[in-house]
């Protein structure tokens, strides 16, 4: 059984840069072949896909986002992590980390159970 456990702070300042990690236990992330993601809520809205690490450990990006985000990974922790820089109160919303499967893309079979973040002064 595969597990997912987002960690990283609550509350971000305007500007600053929101970062969050997530441990995934039962997995290797460096098996093939899947993508692990990063998925957001903002409150009222539906879900937004941020970006994923490959098992390979190429990234991708949304390009609303890619300006501003970096995703990247610590194999031997089993961890990935996100990175966005220059943040408003508009990246305020409940962060998700996830995997999806290379074989049936855009099907997120486990999911961690998200974290809010907040962006506020």
């Known amino acids: 059984q595969v597990q997912l456990q987002e960690s990283g702070p609550g509350l971000v300042k305007p500007s600053q840069t929101l970062s969050l990690t997530c441990t995934v236990s039962g997995g290797a992330i460096t098996a093939n072949y899947y993508y692990w993601s990063w998925i957001r809520q903002p409150p009222g809205k539906g879900l937004e896909w941020i970006g994923y690490?490959?098992?390979?450990?190429?990234?991708y990006y949304s390009p609303s986002l890619r300006s501003r985000t970096s995703i990247s990974r610590d194999t031997s922790k089993n961890q990935f992590a996100l990175q966005l820089s220059s943040v408003t109160p508009e990246d305020t919303a409940v962060y998700y980390c996830?995997?999806?499967?290379?074989?049936?893309?855009?099907?997120?079979?486990?999911w961690g159970q998200g974290t809010q973040v907040t962006v506020s002064s």
């Open positions: 690490i490959a098992y390979s450990g190429s990234t």
């Open positions: 996830a995997r999806e499967s290379v074989a049936e893309t855009g099907y997120y079979d486990y």
